[in-house]
Each structure stands twice: as C-alpha cells, then as structure tokens.
C-alpha cells in the first residue's frame, strides 16, 4: 500500500488548481490519477479509461499493473473500466477471485496479485466518456466511504477533465485566430504594394501574391512579410 | 490630433443599422481620437440593448500595462472587469493581448480563471464572449465583454462571431448567423464591415510604404496626419489613396 495518502480536502483543491495552460488534456488525466491513487483508501493503483468514438483507451496510469489490465478489458471488449464508462456508473468488485461478470478477467487480475476494483464512469464531453479506474490487493478493499470518495473524486475530476478537453479546443482555435488577424494586416499591405507598383485591384493584388507563394512554397504571410520589408527598405537606398 | 466630437451614445437615432454602422466607424477612426471612447460607449450600449442572449456588456482598454473598463451598461459587468484586472488573468485579457474572440462557454466550468469565476458565477453569469474591436490602426483597440445568463443562448451567438474571425467563407457563417437575434446579426455584420475597413486601410499604408520607402509604422503616421488635416476619417483618405493608385 502507498504510504504518501493525501488527505481529500487537499486532493480536491489541488484538482481545483491544475493549470489548464500548463497541462495538455494528457496532463490534467495524469493528475487526476496520481490524486485518486493517493486519496482513495485501499488503492494500490489508479488509471483513467476514455472512450472516444467507440475506442476505448487508458490515457493515464499509476503503474504497470493498472495498465494491463485495463488493456486487457480493451482485447476483449469486457470488463468493469468499459461498464463503467459506457452506462456511466459506479462498478465495484469487492470480491474478483468470486466474480463471474467478466469471464477471464477476474482470474487474470487475481493471478496479477489483484483482489478488488472499482470503476467509476466519467463524462468528459459529449464525444468522450471515461472512468476512473481504482484498483486493490485486498479483498473488499474499497468500503462505502471508499466508494462515496471516489465518487466525489470523480465529480471534481470529471469538471477539470472537461474543462480540458474544452480549453484544448478553445486554446487551439484561439491561437488559429490570434495568427490569422495577426497576419491580414501585413497581407493587406502587401496587397497594397502590389496594387500600387501594378496598377490593379486588391483582388488580382492577392492573386499575385497568392501565386508568388504557391511558386516558391513559402507561407503567404512570410511573402507578404517579405514584400513590406523590402519595400521599406527600397526608401534607404 | 483630431478633435471632432461625436455625439453621444443616447442621442444617436436610432435605426436598424446602428450597431453594425458603430463598429464599422469605430475601425475607421485612429486608436488615439477622442472620438474613440464614445463609439465604444454606444457599442456597449447597443450591445446590451439589442443583443438578446447579453445581460450585460462593457469595454476594456488597455493602456501600457494597465487595464480598464472604459464603458459598461451596468455595475455588474464592470465587478466582473475588475475581478480579472486584480488577478491579472481572464477572457477580457486574453482577448486584448491575442487579438481574438475568447469564448467562455461555461463559466462555472473555468478553472483557469478563478477570480473571474467567482465573482460571475455570483452574479448568475454562466456564459461570457470577449471580441476583440479594432479601430484605425488595425490592432484590437478593446475588448467588448458580453455577460449571458444561459449558456444555451449564448453558444449560437459565440460560433458565429469565432467565425467571423476566422475569415470563415459565406457558406459557412450564413446558417450561423441566420437564426441569430437581429441585434446580433447587426455585430456580426459590423465586425465584418470592420474587417473590410481594416483591409482598406493596411491596402493603403502598404502603398505608402512602396511610395516612400519607409515602414508600416511611419505610414500609419502618415495617414493619420494626412486625415487629421482634412475631414478626420482615416477610412476616406485609404480608400483615396488606394482609388486613387488604380487610375
């Protein structure tokens, strides 16, 4: 058993601190975890399940042990973490060595030195779903206070995660539109190079622009950028 | 430096182009004309009168490393300013440092912000959307914050602005902007009208550029003095110059 337990008001407040800017979506599924792990009593190791488009993968670990069996369950299309995540619900195992509900997996997990699991299901975004995935090397290892726990734990995980996959998209758009806009202004400008030295119209500009671009295979902002320079520099000469 | 004074937001008449025509006169006007605070002021106002997902709006400024509420329509849009200017962090920010719309679906579900969080969430906001609005120079000169109470009726509003600003083609914003409110089909058409003096603009200094040989900083100064010595708007000196080097 891990010796470094955290207490849950302070699992909850870290979870509340992670810096989105700081940690990809992959980032945020590690500290979740690493927390779950430290805070649920009677966890020897913690992963996380996402389900996106029907594939099922675990996207973060605490140890070998969780990772193969997870994995497991991915092979053969059963197992408690998919329950879990597909009915979004809570799946306990107090008891793998006596479980029958998924033929195969309760004797590996107990071969591994597993003797109880727990899987509670995770709403991420309307196209990913999750579990959290907590697993023991004693029989009935997670009590009621252990479940109401990772329950809660799993609320607040559930928040920071979508929140995540939710700020990825956004940040990723964001910068899209911070370079766009950063761009037109010296495009604009090129344009108006063009239209002053050819005589022609902001359209047949970017067409010029546009062709010199696709001719030497260089970005239209970098040809653009190009042009302003060197004719402000042509005033120096 | 231009003086001329524009009358205030209340006595504009009103009519079905109001908003739309604001913002496309705020791009033509120079960043530092006085005339700039009161077109945002009547952008504020109109934004909150005629958008029907906004409870409230405001604009912020920023000047050196400062950040300010420069027009609000309510006291409660201007708590939810300042919460971001004391932690130094929140959409209203980001959307003047990066010069694009920050969307804020869930305010309840923003961990990145939590000053701005808290003191939304505690005034019933749960949906925000800074757009960033340029005047002559071609940068984001502020940031107009829309406030929403609902999320659902704020996200069609959102989508269509984050594809205004993503150049998206006609085929693409037309079924975001159809069913929109009228008021906000009059934002998205001023942001794109802006858009279009912006292009006439930066058309012109890149003419100056190659007729004097000098830069985009000099050209815009250029341009400014040539308009401060006629009729005030940069928008019709461009579109001479660029008229005008097509003859």
């Known amino acids: 058993m891990s010796q470094d337990r955290l207490d849950p008001v302070a699992a909850f407040a870290e979870l509340g601190r992670i810096s989105l800017a700081e940690n990809d979506l992959h980032g945020v599924l590690d500290r979740v975890a690493d927390l779950a792990r430290r805070t649920v009593p009677g966890t020897e190791e913690a992963s996380v399940t996402l389900v996106r488009m029907g594939t099922a993968k675990t996207a973060a670990y605490t140890g070998p042990l969780a990772l193969a069996l997870d994995e497991w369950q991915y092979r053969r299309g059963t197992g408690p973490c998919l329950a879990a995540a597909a009915e979004q619900t809570t799946v306990s195992a107090p008891d793998l060595a006596g479980d029958r509900r998924w033929p195969g997996w309760a004797e590996r997990a107990v071969a591994a030195g597993v003797r109880s699991s727990l899987s509670v299901g995770l709403i991420i975004g309307e196209q990913v779903h999750g579990a959290l995935n907590l697993y023991g090397v004693r029989d009935a290892a997670f009590d009621h206070d252990a479940v109401v726990l990772a329950e809660t734990f799993a609320g607040f995980a559930a928040v920071a995660l979508s929140n995540a996959n939710l700020y990825g998209t956004t940040a990723r758009l964001a910068r899209q539109l911070e370079a766009a806009m950063a761009s037109r202004a010296v495009i604009e400008q090129a344009k108006g190079i063009i239209m002053g030295s050819r005589r022609c119209t902001a359209d047949e500009a970017f067409a010029i622009l546009t062709a010199i671009s696709q001719d030497s295979n260089r970005k239209l902002r970098d040809v653009a950028a190009a042009l302003v320079a060197e004719a402000g520099n042509g005033g120096d000469r | ?247």
């Open chain 2, 1 to 247: 430096m231009v003086t001329r004074s524009e009358p205030p937001a209340q006595s504009r008449p009103p009519g079905d182009s109001v908003l739309t025509d604001t913002l496309i006169e705020l791009a033509g006007t120079a960043d530092d004309d006085p005339a700039v605070v009161a077109l945002l002021a009547t952008v504020v106002q109109l934004s909150a009168d005629l958008l029907d997902p906004v409870a409230f709006a405001s604009v912020t400024r920023q000047h050196e490393s400062r950040y300010s509420t420069v027009a609000m329509s309510s006291a409660l849009a201007l708590a939810v300013d300042e919460a971001q200017y004391a932690d130094n962090a929140g959409p209203c920010l980001d959307t003047l440092d990066g010069g694009a719309p920050t969307s804020v679906p869930r305010i309840d579900a923003t961990i990145s912000w939590p000053g701005f969080r808290d003191t939304a969430y505690t005034l019933g906001l749960r949906s925000s959307l800074s757009v960033p609005l340029l005047a002559g120079r071609g940068e984001p000169a502020a940031s107009l914050n829309l406030y929403g109470h609902h999320p659902d009726t704020m996200a069609p509003l959102s989508a269509a602005v984050l594809a205004a600003y993503d150049d998206a083609p006609e085929a693409r914003l037309s079924p975001l902007v159809r069913d929109l409110c009228p008021g906000a089909r009059q934002l998205i058409a001023g942001l794109l009208g802006a858009f279009a003096v912006r292009d006439t603009i930066q058309q012109a200094i890149g003419m100056i550029i190659a007729s004097r040989g000098t830069n985009a900083y000099l050209a815009y100064a250029l341009l400014r003095s040539q308009a401060a010595a006629t009729t005030g708007s940069l928008l019709e000196v461009a579109t001479t110059i660029v008229a005008g080097d097509r003859r």
